[in-house]
């Protein structure tokens, strides 16, 4: 199994930044892509960015040229910085990878964190 921890939100004024980390444990063989997602109230889950493990990324158009996902693989973590924060950006934030656990594995699984919260206040 692997579990995926998040930590980094909180409430931040309109315009300020957060980062927020996302560390993967458990049994690894290989993680292929990471990313993190969001939940606002009343709404679905929405992709925010993602990585791959060779450093390709992906971004919502909502939040391109703000949001910036970095992942250092040595540390199976995933980053991702947050600048200008807008009052909409409020959701909680869910870390997502799809990793191998063993070699004996042929597909890789989704995993999800449980989720941080970002409250951005106007």
């Known amino acids: 199994q692997v579990q995926l921890v998040e930590s980094g939100g909180g409430l931040v004024q309109a315009g300020g930044s957060l980062r927020l980390s996302c560390v993967a444990s458990g049994s690894i063989f290989s993680i292929n892509v990471m990313g993190w997602y969001r939940q606002a109230p009343g709404k679905q889950r929405e992709l925010v960015a993602s990585i791959s493990s060779g450093g390709s990324e992906n971004y919502a158009d909502s939040v391109k040229g703000r949001f910036t996902i970095s992942r250092v693989n040595a540390k199976n973590t995933v980053y991702l910085q947050m600048n200008s924060l807008k009052p909409e950006d409020t959701a909680v934030y869910y870390c997502?990878?799809?990793?191998?656990?063993?070699?004996?594995?042929?597909?890789?699984?989704?995993?999800w964190g449980k989720g941080t919260l970002v409250t951005v206040s106007s």
């Open positions: 997502n990878a799809r990793a191998i656990a063993t070699v004996f594995d042929i597909n890789d699984m989704s995993y």
